[in-house]
């Protein structure tokens, strides 16, 4: 539709000569205007387009309107088409009726009775085109609106697909971040593994270079006091590659901890006499611990032995001397990213070199160490971090170069007050004497083993009988061997470990006191511990052995009193 054919006057008049005559009127006005002979070419000329129509009504006497019905009604929203109509004088009431309907069908009509003046006329078709311009202001308006709607949908759909290209972006950063990350991850967890088992290897093939090569020389050496001073060197090796693996398993979180309620002053003003023989003499402790310092609830042992570690870490800190402080605060609900509760907060200070950031982002690492070669294992600090988590808490380390170290763990409060004991580190083991006890069931798989315990079990005055599985321990009872105590391995081959055993063994014969032995097992040692089984881990002394076994004959006394005063 054009604006020269949006401002024409369409005329539909084709009795007599009203349709040219109206025509010519309107052109000496200057108004555009087309004659429009049948009703047909007016709908066609409306279709391309025009400002008014104006119209002689008896033209549409006996015409079927249907097209212009339906033109009028498909007109866009912003388009009403003006119809100016010159009508007769007559009155009729059928005439009028069909008026009526055709003002209706044409809905924006003006009425203009004969005789009309041509100003008269002129002028209705002039006021019926300004009508129509302000219907084209409004078309105007509205396509305005809906080109800024297209364009705005255009840069929200562009912006749509920027955001979407940089969402994919930014996954495709994120996944390869998380890649690399993992990568990473492997490639240290690699290297933690490799400097784990290297330094392994390294400990404990000097521990058994000590006991292979001792053993070889005790057949060469014929002197009492030398032969006395390699067996004392081969029970140091033992006793550290025994230290190891303990400090492995606490780094690992796999040590079995026995936690109870624990006052920390008391326990540590127990350890005075312990740390002064472990320190220098230019080295002293001192402690800080208020009345109102809270039980915590930890191993009172491998809390003695952090101590310990912690205090030679401090003093070797200090080449020439220092003090050592050993402070305990209460933190009341704490809540941080790691740890949530009351907490005792129990600080290892000292005034030695320091570290710097370097060397703190590595300090929890196994095998690591700054020591000189020989003087340090690098796994005290490993083993600090293992107990700390696996008692529920945590460790932090604060540090810097010149200005000394602080160390400290994070041990959650004990709501049950401590039984007054003090658990001390037992440096000497008196030996048990050779007297008759019974006769013990070994069920033991590894041979070697089995002849060692065996020996023992036999200086301790016990019989021994050796059964190589659970199986065959089971074989023994049932044959009616005499049996006092079964001591037994719990990792066995055959498919019953010594939980097992000792759960079949109740079943038939309950009055037999049972011990368990195991070097590492979690999952089986947590079964027995629920269990209430008694536990003598690996390696131990033969004093240790002795009072693991009198303990359990001693608990199965106490349980079979009280089932004989419970009959009564």
């Known amino acids: 539709m054009s604006a020269d054919r949006d401002q024409q006057v369409l005329v539909f008049a084709p009795i007599g000569r009203d349709g040219p005559a109206s025509a010519e009127l309107f052109r000496s006005a200057n108004l555009p205007a087309i004659n429009c002979r049948s009703l047909n070419d007016l709908v066609s000329e409306m279709t391309a387009g025009a400002g ?90 509205l396509e305005a609106r809906e080109q800024t709607a297209q364009q705005l949908e255009k840069l929200v759909v562009e912006r749509t697909r920027a955001l979407a290209d940089a969402n994919e972006q930014l996954r495709l950063e994120m996944n390869e971040r998380a890649r690399v990350e993992e990568t990473l991850r492997q490639a240290q967890k690699i290297e933690a593994i490799g400097q784990l088992t290297g330094g392994v290897a390294h400990d404990f093939n000097n521990l058994l270079m000590v006991i292979s090569g001792g053993l070889d020389m005790l057949d060469r050496q014929k002197d009492p006091n030398r032969r006395r001073r390699l067996m004392d060197g081969m029970v140091q090796a033992a006793q550290r590659g025994a ?149 529920r808490g945590t460790v932090r380390i604060r540090s810097e170069l010149g200005q000394g170290t602080s160390i400290e763990l994070y041990l959650p409060r004990s709501l049950t007050v401590p039984s007054g004991e003090r658990h001390l580190i037992d440096l000497h083991m008196a030996r048990p004497k050779k007297s008759t006890h019974g006769r013990i069931l070994l069920v033991e798989d590894d041979d070697e083993v089995a002849a060692l315990v065996s020996e023992m079990l036999g200086q301790l005055g016990y019989e021994v009988t050796r059964a190589a599985s659970a199986a065959a321990a ?56 629920l269990a209430g089984i008694r536990i003598l881990p690996k390696p131990y002394h033969i004093e240790e052995l002795a009072a693991a076994l009198n303990a359990v004959k001693s608990e199965l006394g106490l349980e079979t009193e009280s089932r004989r005063s419970n009959r009564r």
């Open 52 to 141: 008014v129509v104006f119209l002689a009504e008896e033209g549409l006497f006996g015409q079927d309107t249907a097209s212009l019905e339906q033109w009028i009604a498909s007109q866009p929203p912003w388009s009403d088409l003006p119809f100016v109509v010159l009508t007769s004088h007559r009155e009729q009431p059928a005439v009028v009726a069909w008026r009526r309907g055709i003002v209706a069908l044409l809905r924006n009509v003006s009425l203009l009775e004969r005789p009309v003046q041509p100003m008269t006329l002129t002028s209705a078709i002039q006021s019926a085109m300004r009508a129509r311009r302000r219907q084209y202001e409004i078309r105007a308006l």
């Open 474 to 529: 089971l074989g023994a009872l049932a044959d009616g061997r005499a049996v006092d105590l079964i001591f037994s391995d719990i990792m066995m081959p055959g498919g019953m470990n010594g939980v097992e055993l000792v759960q079949e063994i109740k079943r038939r014969r309950s009055d037999i006191p049972v011990l368990l032995t195991s070097g590492y097992s979690e999952a089986a040692v947590h079964e027995a511990e």
């Open 243 to 391: 230290s190891l693996t303990k400090q492995l398993l606490a780094f690992s979180r796999r040590q079995t901890l026995r936690p109870e309620p624990v006052d920390v002053a008391s326990q540590m003003g127990g350890m005075r006499e312990l740390l002064d023989r472990s320190l220098r003499g230019d080295v002293h402790v001192e402690f800080e611990f208020p009345d109102t310092l809270w039980p915590v609830e930890v191993d009172p042992g491998e809390l003695e032995l952090v101590i310990l570690n912690l205090a030679v870490n401090a003093r070797d800190a200090m080449p020439n001397g220092g003090t050592i402080l050993v402070r305990g605060e209460n933190l009341p609900d704490l809540n941080d990213e790691q740890i949530a509760g009351d907490f005792v907060r129990l600080s290892v200070i000292d005034t030695g070199v320091g570290m710097g950031p370097e060397i703190l982002s590595r300090v929890f690492e196994p095998f690591f160490t700054t020591k000189e070669v020989g003087k340090g294992s690098g796994l005290g600090l490993a083993q600090v971090h293992g107990f700390a988590t696996q008692s």
